[in-house]
């Protein structure tokens, strides 16, 4: 080997290390050329994790081999990536995400919800409703109460499911409505008899229910001490439910409907809400509320959510600044936590978390929306239409995924255990409950 050649080669390696040793480094580093682009980017990577996990993941249709949820895929280019996440046995997630240059993009905790028939536990009932401790629903069947118990089944609990009868009324008599107090140990039944409408206290561990003065045209539990309120065209009186004694706290001629809260009690009078202060006996304006059928429904955080049945539609009085804010088509309401509550109308789900401004549109349907509710980890909302169960994520980035839970006709109620695991129904085809983890 001559000296010019030795000289060449020697050259020559020479410039290839001069020419690889930049691109090794910026391989290294995470840079990689994007034809699509026509240059050198900076890679992304992608953190994806489900429940349950061990679910395949696929990019633009094909399949991540190098491993299943949870996983961290690297060296992405910057650009938008088709996700679906699958597993045997559950509903599919899919997603468009993008992914940008040195960053992450997080997909984590995807609740995929277990393809599964619901399981009939009981016959239809035309009363429901649940207890605010998240463990029970009372159930109303002509003139039967019957209890269910939707216990999660944690910290020892057995899991929900099973029904037990706590009340039996005369004969005759249909049970309209139920409504527990806030501590979950009572009940007030709305019933008529003979086409007359009458009301019972009962508590879950009495023997019997007791009926209540047909003198009042109603009665509403206080929303911190679950003591029991009344109301008739004469005023409003506590109830001593233990000797049935009355005591009158205010007179008034035009009560539509009343919420005891501590000692404070909201009332609708003629078309004005009015606020009387039990311990002061001082009764004040707070705002204009002309209604037909009102129903002062809940307080949430000095949020007052007011109902006109009649109309389904829903006001908001902010309690603070003593004015209302807001109104909307809306005839039901679910309360996740002192912060965030969702309400819907026939066609729309808003979602209001009070750190925001106003109320958030999470969708609008072409059908009649029946009956609503959270999923206990805040993440999805479940809600029917006439003939099916369907889920939306509160994720909006690109579009929120909306998948069919489960078919069924009317479905009027729904109700979570408190892990979130099986969700609890009322529909034409009696009480249904479906496991989804």
Request: net charge neutral; hydrophobic share 35%; aromatic share 10%.
């Amino acid at each position: 080997m001559n000296l010019i050649f030795r000289r060449f080669v020697y050259i020559f390696f020479i410039i290839i290390f001069l020419l690889a040793a930049p691109a090794a480094v910026l391989y290294t580093m995470g840079y990689r050329y994007n034809f699509s682009a026509g240059r050198v980017q900076k890679t992304g990577l992608m953190k994806i994790t489900s429940v349950p996990k061990d679910a395949d993941i696929y990019l633009n249709g094909i399949k991540y081999e190098k491993s299943q949820t949870p996983a961290k895929i690297e060296y992405l280019l910057p650009g938008d990536y088709e996700i679906k996440i699958s597993k045997d046995g559950y509903h599919d997630w899919q997603k468009k995400l993008a992914v940008y240059e040195n960053g992450t993009t997080f997909a984590e905790k995807i609740i995929l919800w277990k393809k599964n028939q619901p399981e009939k536990i009981e016959a239809t009932t035309t009363a429901w409703s649940a207890s605010d401790d998240g463990n029970k629903v009372a159930l109303g069947q002509d003139n039967i109460v019957k209890i269910l118990n939707i216990s999660s089944g944690l910290l020892g609990e057995t899991e929900g499911g099973d029904i037990t009868k706590s009340a039996e009324l005369p004969e005759g008599t249909r049970i309209n409505k139920i409504s527990f107090s806030p501590n979950s140990k009572k009940i007030l039944i709305d019933s008529t008899v003979s086409g007359k409408k009458q009301y019972w206290l009962h508590a879950l561990d009495w023997q019997k229910p007791l009926q209540l003065p047909t003198t009042f045209s109603g009665f509403k539990f206080n929303q911190k001490d679950s003591e029991l309120y009344g109301f008739n065209t004469s005023g409003i009186f506590l109830i001593d439910s233990a000797r049935l004694a009355t005591k009158q706290l205010l007179r008034a001629n035009d009560i539509k409907d009343i919420l005891p809260d501590s000692d404070l009690i909201y009332l609708v009078n003629g078309k004005t809400l009015d606020i009387f202060e039990t311990t002061k006996n001082n009764r004040t304006n707070i705002e204009e509320l002309s209604c037909t059928d009102c129903r002062l429904e809940k307080i949430v955080s000095s949020k007052l959510f007011t109902f006109d049945d009649a109309y389904k539609k829903m006001s908001i009085i902010d309690l603070a600044r003593k004015k209302k804010t807001t109104s909307f088509e809306a005839k039901g309401i679910d309360v996740l936590n002192d912060n965030s509550v969702m309400f819907y109308g026939d066609w729309e789900i808003f979602v209001y978390d009070f750190d925001k401004e106003s109320p958030e549109l999470i969708t609008r349907m072409g059908e009649a929306v029946l009956a609503a509710c959270w999923h206990p980890k805040a993440r999805h909302l479940f809600f029917s239409t006439k003939d099916k169960i369907k889920v939306i994520e509160l994720d909006n980035r690109e579009l929120r995924n909306i998948i069919d839970i489960s078919e069924g006709k009317n479905h009027s109620s729904l109700r979570f255990d408190r892990i979130g695991n099986i969700l609890y129904s009322n529909s034409d085809n009696g009480i249904e409950k479906l496991k989804l983890q």
